[in-house]
């Protein structure tokens, strides 16, 4: 594998600890996918009451999605990875601030590093991509969301202190994909839990269902498993815990990663820099 592959490949998942870690709820949100104004009847597995719930969480999503560029937040992360024989390569311990959509959108507090490993740089921004800037009702609409997906209702269990409506998920079969997104959704199928309450989501859980070929035609992503669960709400997000875990490909390398992250302490940027 080139370097520059490699990056790619590391980026794909590393993403999840900068600004895009901040809107997985967002995005999950979105793939469960109810927009404003679809009406219940799309799909005979959801009841009114719960299509409801999915077009409020959209909203909320909506909401911190906007929100992002004024955030920041404190993660810790543990990542582990190992070649493509399953022989660890290397653990890495660190703690950092992350800014989404800031000049600098990271910067460690601490980094602990044992045999070869990588850790998302912090001493850059990104260029953002131009899906980041589409609003979540659109991106539902344009990639068929209500009819892409089968849903069916579950029972409720405590999340957060709160009551959650579990709701499982999986891709119709054989269903068009004009686009690599598109491709992507038809591989996935997870369980999301929504806030009774508040329709928030506040937990999730997501798997590749068969290899999916990524951006390069020689780099396939063989498994990809994303867990996020809220663990005590506050007024933005609260603390909160996300496990990201894959294995990439291609002729000459195999690569496995698992993250565990941790995120907490939430604040609005402007509000730090009013302060003494």
């Not at 109810?34 to 009841?47: C, M, S």
């Amino acid at each position: 594998m080139t370097c520059k592959t490699r990056r790619s490949a590391f980026a794909l998942i590393t993403a999840s600890t900068r600004s895009k870690q901040l809107c997985l709820a967002a995005l999950c949100a979105v793939t469960l996918g109810f927009a404003p104004g679809t009406h219940a009847q799309a799909q005979e597995g959801v009841n009114p009451e719960v299509a409801r719930m999915l077009e409020l969480a959209v909203r909320e999503a909506e909401q911190l999605r906007q929100q992002l560029p004024t955030l920041q937040y404190e993660a810790t992360m543990r990542v582990q990875e190992w070649d493509g024989r399953g022989r660890l390569r290397g653990t890495a311990r660190a703690k950092a601030i992350m800014r989404p959509g800031a000049e600098q959108p990271m910067t460690f507090l601490s980094r602990e590093m044992q045999g070869k490993v990588r850790l998302p740089k912090g001493d850059k921004g990104s260029k953002k991509e131009d899906d980041d800037n589409i609003p979540l009702d659109q991106f539902a609409r344009e990639h068929q969301i209500p009819d892409r997906f089968e849903f069916q209702l579950g029972g409720t269990e405590e999340v957060a202190g709160g009551s959650a409506r579990q709701i499982r998920f999986q891709p119709k079969p054989n269903f068009p994909a004009k686009n690599r997104a598109d491709k992507f959704l038809n591989t996935i199928s997870g369980t999301a839990w929504l806030n009774e309450e508040t329709n928030k989501l506040v937990k999730f859980e997501m798997r590749l269902l068969r290899p999916f070929r990524l951006f390069w035609i020689i780099a396939v992503l063989k498994e990809l498993k994303i867990e996020y669960e809220l663990l005590t709400p506050a007024e933005i997000i609260g603390r909160s815990k996300m496990k990201v875990f894959f294995a990439l490909t291609t002729p000459v390398y195999s690569i496995r990663q698992l993250h565990d992250v941790e995120l907490d302490n939430f604040r609005r940027r402007d509000t730090l820099a009013a302060a003494p």
